[in-house]
């Protein structure tokens, strides 16, 4: 296996339907200018509530890692 440089960037995905979506939704986002995304790691969960304390969205850190060219 070659030798590797990799970068870590943080984002923050985001869904009203779920964590796995929100998961989903960040890793897409960040590959339309990211290239050679390699693994990812969930940090942080969390979320808001609307007015009836009902999940309104779903939010979750990920730290992302890339391959330098």
Do not use: C
């Not at 984002?11 to 979506?21: A, H, M, N, P, R």
């Not at 808001?48 to 391959?67: A, C, P």
């Amino acid at each position: 296996m070659p030798d590797h440089t990799f970068a870590i960037t943080h984002l923050v995905g985001t869904s009203t339907e779920s964590l796995d979506q929100a998961i989903r939704n960040g890793i897409k986002t960040a590959g339309q200018t990211l290239r050679n995304m390699d693994w990812f790691e969930v940090e942080e969960i969390r979320g808001s509530l609307n007015h009836s304390d009902e999940v309104q969205e779903y939010q979750v850190t990920i730290r992302l890692g890339f391959r330098y060219d």
